[in-house]
């Protein structure tokens, strides 16, 4: 059973860790730490990836800024409660970690794998260029009745095809995740940059469980 569950969200970084680890929470003793990964785009820009590593898989009081890693693992998130609402907060969950003395050009630095259901109605909306964008937000299941809900991004014939989807759909996902910078109003005379995640999608299929 665990291993279907973790066959449904899979995550695969390759990138330079570029900070300090931040004490996150500890369940049962074992404590997990948040750390950035700065992972490199085709388009030679780089998204900032939050990772979360336990403190048995890495000595967390150690310097590794500068190191490329290889991660796998999953795209998690929780409800973090703030100002009298829930924000949902997203990080690549580390199963396994591994130091790179080079990164060869070719690797595919950057693939996730999702299997789930869609929660929430999907947002069509065409840029002012005329290109197409569909917003999914899907759940998908983890152990113990606990679900991950991850916001994803489709272009093109991709995003018409996934505005068709209904609430409940089961539907695979693959792409890649990135980080988008934002500004939060906090009141009227306060901002906040902030950084968003979600799920580039390359290729979308919708799962007919009735068939």
């Not at 979360?52 to 490329?68: H, K, W």
Request: charged share 25%; with cysteine.
């Amino acid at each position: 059973m665990a291993d279907k569950i973790f066959e449904n969200n899979q995550v695969s970084i390759v990138g330079e860790v570029v900070s300090d680890f931040r004490f996150s929470h500890e369940v049962y003793g074992e404590g997990f730490y948040m750390v950035d990964v700065a992972v490199n785009r085709l388009s030679n820009y780089m998204d900032y990836i939050p990772l979360m590593i336990s403190e048995r898989l890495i000595d967390v009081t150690a310097d590794y800024i500068g190191q490329n890693v290889y991660v796998t693992g999953q795209f998690r998130s929780f409800n973090q409660h703030e100002e009298k609402k829930n924000r949902l907060v997203l990080s690549v969950f580390a199963r396994e970690i591994e130091f790179l003395d080079e990164v060869q050009e070719d690797v595919k630095s950057n693939q996730i794998f999702l299997d789930g259901y869609i929660c929430k109605e999907p947002i069509y909306r065409k840029t002012p260029l005329g290109r197409e964008i569909a917003d999914l937000l899907i759940a998908v299941n983890r152990s113990y009745g606990k679900s991950d809900y991850i916001p994803c991004i489709c272009w093109g014939r991709n995003a018409r095809f996934a505005s068709g989807f209904e609430v409940g759909g089961h539907v695979q996902v693959w792409g890649r995740i990135q980080s988008r910078e934002y500004i939060k109003k906090l009141s009227e005379t306060e901002t906040e940059k902030r950084i968003a995640y979600e799920v580039s999608v390359s290729k979308v299929d919708f799962i007919d469980d009735q068939a």
